[in-house]
Each structure stands twice: as C-alpha cells, then as structure tokens.
C-alpha cells in the first residue's frame, strides 16, 4: 500500500484488492481488460494502484453477483448508479449557485455538506463547486449581480476548502508543492487541486496564492519536493513570465487550468508541463510520475 503522509487516502497493489474484494488477481485483470472496470491508476512501472473508491465499487458488484448476477450485468448496474450520482450533484450544483446568490450562508453550507458526503470528492468538486460558481459568474458578467455577490461566492467556497485541508494537513515533507503564479490570486483550482492529488495517494501542500519564483525555487530546494503544480486560471501571469521561467524550479513543473489549456506551447515555453484542467487528470498524471 501506498500510505498517504498526510494521511489521507492511500493507493493499494492489486494483491491487497484482491484480499480485500476476495477476487482472484486474473479475474481483476480479465474484467478490467473485459469490461473496462475497474479503471486503475498506473505507477511509470506500468504497476496498477487501486483507490478505495475502485476497492468498494468491486465489493458492491461482488455483492450484487453473489445475489445471482453475471459479472456484466453488475457492471452495468453499476454505471446506472453512476448516472443517478451524475443527475444529483447537476441538482445539487443548482442549488449551491441558487443560495449563493441568495446570499444564503447557512443555505449553501447545508447544500455542500450534503453534496461532500453523498460523492466522491473529485466529482464533487468538479460537477457541483464548480459548475454552481460558473453560474454565479454568468450572473456577474450579465450584470445581474455586483462584484460583492461574486466575492462572496468565492469566499464561503475557498473557506469550505481550507478547513477541508486543515483537517488533513500536509507532512514536513510533501511529495507536491501547489501553488499560482505571481500576480494570480485566485487559489480555487490550487486548493482544489492539492485535495484531488491527497486523494490520489500523493502528500500534497497548498504554499498560497501569489508566489514569487524565486521564493518558490528557494522552497523547493530546502524541502526536497519531487514537483510543483501550478495553477494557472487567467493566461496574463503566464504571459508575464520570461522564457523558460519555470524550468529548473523542480523535477517536475506542471501549469494546468484555464490558461493551459487555451494555449499549451506557452506553458511549455515558460518551462513547464501542461497539463489539462480536469482535476482526477491532472492528478492521475502527477501520481504517475511520482508514485
């Protein structure tokens, strides 16, 4: 197993699956190469690393096949599950934008408790917090809010995930440095981001917003971190950076969000990996390097 430092979640070798779900190892190969399920992670070894969420996932079609189901038809049922968990949380996203621009604290704080324990957290994060402040920015650009409704969106969602982080901090010596570029303040992607990489196995921490390079280089090099993950929202702080800016300051540099994902060879002109702005990915593709 691969303990999470910070003690989040762990990644498990498919020996420990199979222990675990009572499946043999060739019958964890034969339906992921069969059915396509589960869907594991891979080390660059080419070594396959399973979350708890793929571990309860297999006990829950194990459970529906000793009820007298084929292997296919569970499967099946299970991404019938997986379409009902979708139609909430696009419910859910609504009514986390509604109360936010309401102005409805208590309202959205009921509407993402429910939403975090009912889901997964990157689906969570990706198909409701995400969709519902979209909204409140449509509303902003269309003028049907002000700049105080939009700030206060964003303020209750990044307090929601600093006390997430808080209750799991990062160890003395993280895996994963996650940070924005200088003169990029807003730390919603980077702080979803490090909950994403904990949850994929990785001791990931949140350094703040608005890093100077040279105090992030300086950083790097004392705390010994395999790679830097950069969120990049707007494409101006990108812009504003010399060529190969980025180079050097890790192992590994990653830039994903907006920006990005618009324009690629500048991120890779500055330096960097681009990566794309889906969470889970970006994670998944971290994980690969490192793990």
């Known amino acids: 197993m691969a303990e999470n430092p910070s003690g989040g979640p762990a990644l498990y070798p498919i020996s420990t699956v ?7 190892v060739p019958t964890l190969r034969q339906w992921e190469n069969r059915y ?16 708890e969420t793929d571990i309860q996932a297999l006990l829950t079609v194990c459970s529906w096949v000793e009820d007298g189901a084929s292997p296919s038809a569970a499967i099946d049922r299970l991404s019938e599950v997986a379409d009902e968990g979708e139609a909430d949380r696009r419910r859910l996203a609504g009514e986390l934008a509604a109360a936010l621009l309401d102005r409805d604290r208590e309202r959205a704080a009921r509407v993402y408790s429910r939403g975090q324990t009912m889901h997964a957290l990157s689906p969570f994060l990706e198909e409701v917090v995400r969709p519902a402040l979209d909204r409140v920015g449509e509303a902003w650009r269309k003028d049907a809010v002000d700049v105080a409704d939009e700030h206060f ?18 160890s003395s010596d993280p895996d994963v440095i996650v940070t924005t570029l200088p003169d990029e303040r807003h730390e919603l992607g980077a702080l979803s981001l490090v909950l994403v990489l904990r949850s994929h196995g990785l001791d990931a921490a949140f350094l703040g917003a608005d890093t100077p390079l040279s105090d992030l280089a300086g950083f790097v090099d004392d705390q010994g971190v395999e ?14 950076l010399e060529a190969g800016a980025l180079a050097g300051i890790a192992p590994a540099v990653f830039v994903g969000g907006a920006a990005a994902e618009a324009d690629p060879d500048l991120v890779e002109d500055r330096g960097a990996i681009p990566v794309e702005a889906d ?11 490192l793990l």
């Open 36 to 51: 396509g399920f589960p869907d594991p992670q891979r080390t660059e070894g080419g070594h396959r690393r399973y979350t």
């Open 227 to 240: 790679a830097v993950a950069i969120s990049a929202p707007r494409r101006e702080p990108v812009m504003a």
């Open 153 to 170: 969106a964003t303020a209750f969602i990044e307090s929601q995930l600093h006390s997430l982080l808080a209750s799991h901090p990062s």
């Open 18 to 24: 199979a222990d675990r779900t009572g499946l043999s």
């Open 279 to 289: 969470l889970s990915g970006v994670a998944r593709r971290i994980a690969r390097r």
